[in-house]
């Protein structure tokens, strides 16, 4: 089993709707990180948070550090959300499986 | 101006051959890593440079050896290079926040696709 669990590891939508990707790890973590691959193969950070929830645009991330869980949501789903979804946790730097998203018009 | 940049981006050698993989960040970060993603697209860390110096070495082979001759450079070489080898390489940097143990926002470059025949 890994330490960092995601789901679900495949995610389809229509454009618009409302998006949920949870991410669970089992290690005591500094931090989590959400992390986007695009389908071209780039990686970009999305968010990084200890604690509460952040916000930008339509994007958002909540921690729930008792739990040990994530979640990431996305509002209005648009086609070009379509990528790779990874959460990791550091410092013991652990990445999840990831979540694949299609999002179609 | 690429924060993060690698090269090459695109690697196709022969198995046994040795190579190399450069790294420069300019954002003027403290802690640089390699990570490799294999065919099922699982990201896992190799090694972490902080000021130069190496913080984490997980279990890789010895033919892998990084290389950081100052803080804004982390290169990956790689030694009798074997078909399991194949996969991208990401090179990634990262402030710290409050001490070693306490990593910041991760940058990550494009990616080194190696491909070993």
């Known amino acids: 089993k890994n330490e960092v669990e995601q789901s679900p590891q495949n995610l389809t939508a229509q454009e618009g709707e409302f998006i949920t990707i949870n991410c669970s790890y089992s290690?005591?973590?500094?931090?989590l990180h959400w992390l986007q691959q695009h389908p071209g193969g780039g990686i970009v950070s999305l968010f990084m948070?200890?604690?509460g929830k952040k916000k930008h645009g339509r994007l958002i991330a909540t921690i729930n550090i008792q739990e040990k869980h994530s979640s990431l949501h996305i509002t209005a789903s648009h086609p070009r959300d379509s990528a790779v979804y990874i959460c990791?946790?550091?410092?013991?730097?652990?990445f999840g499986t990831g979540t694949r998203l299609q999002v179609f018009p | 101006d690429t924060a993060v940049s690698q090269t090459p981006k695109y690697l196709v050698t022969q198995m046994g051959n040795d190579k190399s993989i450069k790294c420069e960040q300019n954002l003027g970060h403290d802690t640089m890593y390699w990570y490799k993603q294999d065919s099922k697209k699982f990201l896992k860390i190799m090694f972490s440079y902080n000021n130069k110096e190496l913080i984490i070495n997980e279990t890789v082979p010895n033919r892998f050896s990084p290389k950081s001759p100052d803080k804004a450079h982390l290169n990956l070489h790689i030694n009798s290079l074997e078909l399991g080898d194949s996969a991208v390489y990401f090179c990634a940097s990262s402030p710290l926040r409050g001490g070693p143990s306490m990593i910041g926002e991760l940058f990550f470059g494009e990616g080194s696709r190696l491909t070993v025949l």
């Open positions: 990791a946790v550091t410092d013991k730097l652990i």
């Open positions: 948070l200890s604690s």
């Open positions: 290690v005591g973590i500094s931090a």
